[in-house]
């Protein structure tokens, strides 16, 4: 039972309405800089909060949803106005135009009432926000093809001539034997301020899953653009990597191709697909293998297209995947925290990065934020490194970014500042930042917020992941925190360009650079293993709410689908 005395919700509240500029306010171009430390749980009493120097502005507002747009789901609880997994991009030919989308109205049990956009002019200051037509309540019908009462999974990508395109999951509509499901992809002609009606990439019945979709419109050839997701049988833990593509900007789709198929008993999920400045496609994603005795396993991995996708390389190994998952550092409930979902993005010189949270470093303690990278094209990868090695605290899901100038940079959230009294999760985002993947120095992003009012979909929940761009060489935040103590708004999404001021004063108060620290050289013990598949058994429980799915010759446990 915790007994220090808690930073207070009103303490956090305060801190927030501090630095929160709300569709207004302050901004200016800046630097960013910044990259954690280690995780773990923080001795009591924790440090003061840090200081945050860069304004916050609000992306996100009241739902536009009504009560029964959706037809009434039973999907367990619905967290009305709660906002998660944020993604955005950069229009290359105007920087100051940003398009984002997440989940609006979470529920408990898989998938939120609809998915938002919203479009900024002025480099992430204020925003205008519409809904995508992918469900009933975002302005779907039969006739658009956005007739089903969930949605989640938001991607968004701009192309070389302005286009905008989304994609995201769909489901939830009845079928013979179950609920159907479908990944479905639009685009704006006006940089975001109304959507054509949605392209259907795919939809299966009950006796197929789609999952964890990602949209690239391709830098280098303005027709291009490309989607990616894993499929596979309900019955079964297979789920092969799928692609589609459309060569008229996104007019038009061919039809969906398996591009990896790990077999038997190993499924695919978190494929995003970047596009290397000579052309070449890189595509991320996680294998999860269903073992003996009820055990799992993950590994990075990429393929590679050097035509556009019409053909793929064999996959290329990255790293093994010890992640072992966040929990409150007292009490132990679950943190849903994307485990499963590296993030990757490719330097202008070609260099690709990928990061992932991993308990390597700490023989299974907590997670520390991990990093490899490859400069060949993704042939090979260095070993993985720990870029917050002085970070007290569990840290998780990353995600990742190169700037134009060739800094790294990389957001994640972790616990330091908790405390021992069981009420609150105090939790901040983090921006780190290197120019050699070696030093790194961070930044806080946020105040603390209590993680501990945000939606609880087997786990408190932000998303899956977050997103994280540049204007130019200013580093900006895409993510979502909770609005302390108003149940009645959990969560809202955030911009925060980090601004040259903030860069200048956080170079006087923040803790030294530190240096990347190299994997170690033994191999994972047993135990670390062990938690390994502990946590990867409960990431698969998490997306258990639609389709079932069950690997009976593997003897691991029926799992199902949680998007």
Known sequence: ?????????????????????????CGGGGVSVGIGDGGGTPPPPPPPPPPVTNPLYLVSGPTPFVNGCDGNPSNGTLYINSKVEPYVAVDPLN????????????WSGGGSRGLMSAASFDGGKTWARTPLPMSLCGGGTAANGGAYPLASD????????????????????AVPGGTNSAILAARSLDGGRTWQNPSTLIVDGATFTNDKDAITADPTNQNMVYAVWDRGPTNTNQAPATFARSSD??????????????????????????????????????????????????????????????????PVKIADLLTVGATDPFTGAAVRD???????AAAPNGALFVTWADGRFTNGAHDAIALSWSTDGGSTWTAPA?????????????????????TIAVAYYDF????????????????????????????????????????????????????LTSIGNVTEPFFVMTNNGNLNNRTDVFSAPQTVASFMLSLMTRTPTTMAQPAPAQPPSAALLQKVSANLAQVIQRRDAAIHRSAPSSGAPAQHFMP
Not at 395 to 401: D, K, Q
Not at 446 to 458: E, G, R
Request: aromatic share 8%; hydrophobic share 40%; glycine share 10%.
């Open 338 to 344: 994307g485990s499963d979902l590296p993030q990757m």
């Open 416 to 467: 330091r500042y908790d405390t021992a009294n069981n009420g609150t999760l105090p939790t901040v985002l983090w921006l780190t930042g290197s120019t050699d993947a070696t030093h790194w120095t961070e930044n806080a992003v946020t105040p603390p917020f209590d993680l501990n009012i945000a939606p609880n979909a087997k786990g408190l929940f932000l998303g899956d992941y977050q997103g």
């Open 386 to 406: 720990d870029i917050n090695p002085t970070d007290p605290a569990e840290a998780f899901e990353p995600s990742i970014h190169v700037r134009p100038d060739g």
């Open 1 to 25: 039972m915790r007994t220090s005395k808690p930073l207070s919700r009103s303490l956090l509240g305060s801190l927030i309405a501090l630095t929160v500029v709300a569709l207004s306010g």
């Open 249 to 314: 900007a996104g007019v038009t789709w061919q039809a969906p191709t398996t591009i990896y198929d790990p077999g038997v008993n190993a499924q695919t999920i978190g494929n995003e697909i970047v596009v290397l400045p000579n052309g070449t496609l890189v595509d991320l994603f996680t294998q999860i293998n269903y073992l003996p005795n009820n055990q799992q396993s993950a590994e990075a991995l990429i393929a590679r297209s050097s035509d556009q996708g019409a053909t793929w390389t064999a």
């Open 154 to 173: 938001p991607w968004v990508s701009i192309g070389p001539t302005g286009i905008v395109f989304a994609s995201g999951l769909s489901f939830g509509a």
């Open 95 to 106: 920087m100051n135009h940003l398009v984002g989308v997440w989940q609006q109205d979470r």
